[in-house]
């Protein structure tokens, strides 16, 4: 199952119009370097095949894994268990 947060914001943000979502998802595409147009095998300028919103999706999704493995490298560490020194 893909996460699609464009489409649960769009669905669910009631507080924004549809122009400040679809503006959003432009800044989103923007932070990320989108592009309209790609090139082709052949050096030929196409439209892209992935969406602004699968981008956007994308990468939204690639800062959430970011923020749940830090999340679990600090549980791991705050797992650890030792036995402290004293001297005498």
């Known amino acids: 199952m893909a996460l699609d947060i464009i489409g649960y914001i769009n669905d669910n943000v009631t507080n924004l119009t ?5 503006a959003m998802m432009d800044d989103i595409c923007y932070a990320f370097d989108y592009r309209e147009e790609v090139s082709d095998e052949d050096g030929n300028m196409i ?5 602004k ?12 894994v970011g923020i749940v493995n830090l999340a679990r490298m600090k549980k791991a560490r705050d797992a650890i268990a030792f036995e402290e020194l004293e001297l005498e």
Do not use: Y
Request: proline share 9%.
């Open 18 to 22: 549809t122009e400040q979502k679809l």
């Open 47 to 51: 439209p892209n095949p992935i969406t």
């Open 53 to 64: 919103k699968e981008w956007a999706n994308r990468h939204i999704i690639i800062k959430i």
